[in-house]
């Protein structure tokens, strides 16, 4: 069960980050870094306004668009009036608080989640957070990353810190090996599908495994992003030489004698061998399928071949089938799908992208699908182009878009009409979240594509066993 003296990553951070303790009161707790973005940063900016205070620490933010912005070719012209002044609210606001921000065309602008790991922002050991709950995903880099609500955003501008609980700690070990076609979207889909979505309710994870140790880092964010779809606050993997690798010569990342330094300082933060958690957790992965969403929360999954299970007694589960017209006992493979797409915090990478590329290779997307591939940022588009990538997909005929969030929630322009359904390699599959009245099926970006060929949900599973 562990020593005293040996402690997981989680308390190794929470403990080099307490500024103040008092017996029966909440932690004053350090924040390294905080990102932003034109949604969820308007109102903490008006209020420091207000009390007339100014931003802590501006190089330890960094800011950009993505949640509301268009990413049809002429997205520098937003039609929707709120969308436009949220986007001019924020350059506004980084520039009076001296802030970086990574505007359209700045080379960097993109999903805040996507492009803090690209930089080089996201470090071992760090405490970042964003309003932003899949914040989580700079977890993969054994940061304590998490979302926050307006006031404590608020209060990490104006003070770098937050007032915290400890939070409980929890260990999630994957078992085994993925067969061919089978991705970290499933697994992490596997694990929130087995303990629901208050399962880590109160806790922060750490991922562990040979299957996880053996991940690039792009496969570690994606099991991170979605931590906070089964309640946690945070997930994080210990850092080790793939992370090491990642952020050599990435812009914010120590250089030179400095490098070597950073190195011995992150390698401090691992879980100690004997240590203990709170909670402990193991997911056999040797026989896991393509996993896909049948219902309106994310750990309402199956794997592609079985059946829509019959929860009798569920009245969620009653009601998310009525949602989606679907019925309990039902094959989820051959559903059809009038919308395909690939992109988000989830799986908006350049990894992601080459996976899609090499199924929709010498295919066509069926007549009956719209897809939509919307790269996570300008450095993804680029490399994308750089490969040839851009070519496949418009080959296959699916609209390839420029950077932002796009369809993965309905808050600009890309969205999935009413009655219609929706693959999507995103993270969450809410009643309306990527258009009032649609449907949405999550997956990994090789089913998305694999389905947008047949025009139904289909494994990707013969893409990866030589027969296609």
Known sequence: MG?????????????SHIVHQEENHPTIFSIDFTLLHEVTSAQAFQTLKERNLNVFEPKKCLATLDHSIPTRQNRHEIYDSAAKKQVNLLRENAKQYQISMYDFDSGHQGIVHVIGPELGVTQPGMTIICGDSHTSTHGAFGALAFGVGTTELTNVLATGCLLMTKPKTMRVYFKGQFKPGVFAKDAIMKFIATIGIGGATGYVIEYTGDIISNMSMEERMTICNMSIECGARAGLISPDETTFTYLKNREHVPKGTEWESAISRWKSFVSDDNCHYDKEITIDIDSLQPMVTWGTNPSQAIGIHEKIPQLLNDKGAHD???????????????TKVEWAFIGSCTNGRIEDLRIAAKILQGHKINPTVTMYIVPGSEAV???????????IFKEAGADFRMPGCSMCLGMNDDKVPPGERCISSTNRNFVGRQGVGSFTHLASPATVAASAITGKITSPENYFNGEK
Do not use: R
């Open 3 to 15: 020593n005293h003296d040996s402690k997981n990553i989680i308390e190794k951070i929470w403990y």
């Open 320 to 334: 998310a089938l009525s949602y989606v017209k679907l019925n309990a006992g039902d094959d989820i493979l051959n």
């Open 381 to 391: 588009m680029k490399q994308a182009k750089l490969e040839g990538l851009d070519t």
